[in-house]
């Protein structure tokens, strides 16, 4: 069976002939229309399927995509079938002596590109397994709007770079390390038992997902919901209906958005978490304003699985992240934000110490050649710029309060010219120009001030080329007041 005959298989295609002027080395097979409650949605998406016998050029899906959009209102997702080159010559061998094998969907790969805008991005190379999941889904939504934000969504994780991108479903915003959700979670002893438990409440849809997940659903006001574990009050929830949006105002909410709701219902009752349902969605937020590590806003803060793109192998997310296990008092979830937690500030150590290693000592020694200074120069340069970068990420810490007000202390640059020249080999040229550029401006640096004192005392040096000279000054300042 050729790979598009099994495409979207429980659907039914709708026979589509190529307008003039589409690309003469594609192959169209068919086209599938977004339908909801058994109608075609008006403006409603369109799936359109084609092959081609070597993997196509990105201009020639998109010239594509345009001729079967024609400008029209409705969003196409335009899906190429191509075979996959073969990534060493014993599958090279293989297909040639299995002859068809390279029209099997196992060694086919999909090039798609849509679903809106007059040039979208084309994203090639894709298993067929993912792209199909995405456009059954999407064919499912009962508008175009719908349909077209989750294959946008879509599209964006299937095109990240392989560091970064999640399994299919799973979307995380800021609460979670990518990276513990990527290996961490898969990784776990207890990953055997989440994945059997999980994917018995795949086929769960809302109020029905929240009690399979093991929690006591009680309705709290006409369209909240408290998910208890023990007798406590965890999470508040919100099932919503298939046209709401997680994140827009709601006719059946008095305008206001269903996340905006459940925190306003957790705050209420001490619940530490937000749960919210939309068809094969669901979705978990933090109601605590200090959860998360890339946290943002509470109400963009989030991680979520879709499951009908979820693919069962990786159900055991839905129990670690959703389950009464994860959200009770000690439970999963929080062991999983102490891990990201630990992996967040052992990235920011990496990084800093990279920074202070590498990029400030060749920073200034580049800074150093360009300006011809010295070397005792260049290294004091170094030094200088790592005392401001410090000083700069401990900026946060260096705030007091004086009279009401906060007010950050000064961070003034500190730079030590006792010995600027030392026994460098500087040619006599250049000593001279360092003489004449240094010879003109004053350099300062803070010794001794506070700024609670009336009085400052400053060092303000030079270098004449013998060497540098310093200067004492001292300056009062007025005072108003104690917070002066």
Same mark, same amino acid.
């Given at each position: 069976?050729?790979?598009?005959?099994?495409?979207?298989? *429980?659907?039914?295609?709708?026979?589509?002939?190529?307008?003039?002027?589409?690309?003469?080395?594609?192959?169209?097979?068919?086209?599938?229309?977004?339908?909801?409650?058994?109608?075609?949605?008006?403006?409603?998406?369109?799936?359109?399927?084609?092959?081609?016998?070597?993997?196509?050029?990105?201009?020639?899906?998109?010239?594509?995509?345009?001729?079967?959009?024609?400008?029209?209102?409705?969003?196409?997702?335009?899906?190429?079938?191509?075979?996959?080159?073969?990534?060493?010559?014993?599958?090279?061998?293989?297909?040639?002596?299995?002859?068809?094998?390279?029209?099997?969907?196992?060694?086919?790969?999909?090039?798609?590109?849509?679903?809106?805008?007059?040039?979208?991005?084309?994203?090639?190379?894709?298993?067929?397994?993912?792209?199909?999941?995405?456009?059954?889904?999407?064919?499912?939504?009962? *508008?175009?709007?719908?349909?077209?934000?989750?294959?946008?969504?879509?599209?964006?994780?299937?095109?990240?770079?392989?560091?970064?991108?999640?399994?299919?479903?799973?979307?995380?915003?800021?609460?979670?390390?990518?990276?513990?959700?990527?290996?961490?979670?898969?990784?776990?002893?207890?990953?055997?038992?989440?994945?059997?438990?999980?994917?018995?409440?795949?086929?769960?849809?809302?109020?029905?997902?929240?009690?399979?997940?093991?929690?006591?659903?009680?309705?709290?006001?006409?369209?909240?919901?408290?998910?208890?574990?023990?007798?406590?009050?965890?999470?508040?929830?919100?099932?919503?209906?298939?046209?709401?949006?997680?994140?827009?105002?709601?006719?059946?909410?008095?305008?206001?958005?269903?996340?905006?709701?459940?925190?306003?219902?957790? *705050?209420?009752?001490?619940?530490?978490?937000?749960?919210?349902?939309?068809?094969?969605?669901?979705?978990?937020?933090?109601?605590?304003?200090?959860?998360?590590?890339?946290?943002?806003?509470?109400?963009?803060?989030?991680?979520?699985?879709?499951?009908?793109?979820?693919?069962?192998?990786?159900?055991?997310?839905?129990?670690?992240?959703?389950?009464?296990?994860?959200?009770?008092?000690?439970?999963?979830?929080?062991?999983?934000?102490?891990?990201?937690?630990?992996?967040?500030?052992?990235?920011?150590?990496?990084?800093?110490?990279?920074?202070?290693?590498?990029?400030?000592?060749?920073?200034?020694?580049?800074?150093?050649?360009?300006?011809?200074?010295?070397?005792?120069?260049?290294?004091?340069?170094?030094?200088?710029?790592?005392?401001?970068?410090?000083?700069?990420?401990?900026?946060?810490?260096?705030?007091?309060?004086?009279?009401?007000?906060?007010?950050?202390?000064?961070?003034?640059?500190?730079?030590?010219?006792?010995?600027?020249?030392?026994?460098?080999?500087?040619?006599?040229?250049?000593?001279?120009?360092?003489?004449?550029?240094?010879?003109?401006?004053?350099?300062?640096?803070?010794?001794?001030?506070?700024?609670?004192?009336?009085?400052?005392?400053?060092?303000?040096?030079?270098?004449?080329?013998?060497?540098?000279?310093?200067?004492?000054?001292?300056?009062?300042?007025?005072?108003?007041?104690?917070?002066?």
């Amino acid at each position: 069976m050729d790979w598009a005959d099994s495409f979207l298989v *429980d659907r039914d295609p709708d026979g589509w002939s190529a307008p003039p002027g589409f690309p003469a080395s594609l192959t169209v097979h068919g086209a599938f229309f977004q339908r909801h409650d058994g109608r075609v949605v008006a403006n409603g998406l369109e799936v359109i399927v084609a092959s081609s016998e070597r993997e196509p050029p990105v201009a020639r899906v998109r010239d594509g995509y345009t001729k079967r959009r024609a400008g029209r209102a409705s969003p196409v997702l335009f899906v190429v079938g191509y075979p996959a080159a073969p990534s060493s010559r014993t599958e090279a061998a293989d297909d040639s002596r299995e002859g068809s094998s390279s029209a099997a969907a196992g060694s086919m790969r999909l090039s798609v590109c849509g679903p809106v805008g007059d040039s979208p991005a084309v994203v090639g190379g894709l298993d067929i397994g993912e792209v199909e999941r995405a456009a059954d889904c999407a064919l499912g939504e009962s *508008d175009q709007h719908a349909a077209v934000r989750l294959l946008q969504r879509v599209l964006v994780g299937l095109g990240a770079p392989a560091h970064l991108r999640l399994d299919l479903g799973l979307r995380n915003e800021g609460l979670l390390a990518t990276q513990e959700l990527r290996a961490g979670l898969p990784g776990r002893s207890d990953w055997s038992d989440a994945q059997r438990a999980g994917r018995s409440v795949l086929k769960l849809r809302g109020r029905r997902l929240a009690e399979g997940l093991g929690f006591r659903v009680e309705q709290h006001a006409s369209h909240v919901h408290l998910l208890k574990v023990n007798g406590h009050s965890r999470a508040a929830a919100v099932f919503c209906s298939e046209d709401e949006p997680f994140d827009a105002p709601a006719r059946r909410f008095d305008g206001i958005t269903p996340v905006s709701l459940a925190l306003s219902h957790a *705050d209420a009752h001490g619940a530490d978490w937000v749960v919210l349902t939309r068809g094969s969605e669901i979705r978990l937020y933090a109601a605590r304003p200090d959860t998360g590590v890339g946290r943002k806003g509470r109400a963009e803060t989030f991680v979520e699985v879709n499951l009908a793109l979820l693919p069962e192998q990786q159900a055991g997310y839905l129990h670690l992240l959703f389950s009464a296990a994860a959200l009770d008092t000690g439970g999963k979830i929080e062991e999983v934000l102490e891990a990201s937690d630990r992996f967040a500030s052992d990235l920011a150590e990496r990084l800093r110490d990279r920074v202070y290693a590498d990029t400030v000592p060749a920073l200034a020694s580049a800074v150093a050649r360009r300006i011809s200074l010295s070397l005792s120069l260049s290294l004091s340069l170094s030094l200088s710029l790592s005392l401001s970068l410090g000083s700069g990420s401990r900026s946060s810490r260096s705030s007091t309060t004086r009279g009401g007000c906060s007010t950050r202390s000064k961070q003034h640059p500190r730079f030590d010219g006792s010995d600027l020249t030392g026994d460098d080999p500087l040619s006599a040229r250049e000593r001279e120009r360092e003489r004449e550029r240094s010879h003109r401006a004053w350099r300062f640096r803070p010794v001794q001030g506070d700024l609670n004192a009336t009085n400052d005392r400053h060092r303000f040096f030079r270098d004449d080329g013998r060497g540098a000279s310093e200067q004492w000054r001292s300056s009062t300042r007025p005072t108003t007041g104690p917070g002066s």
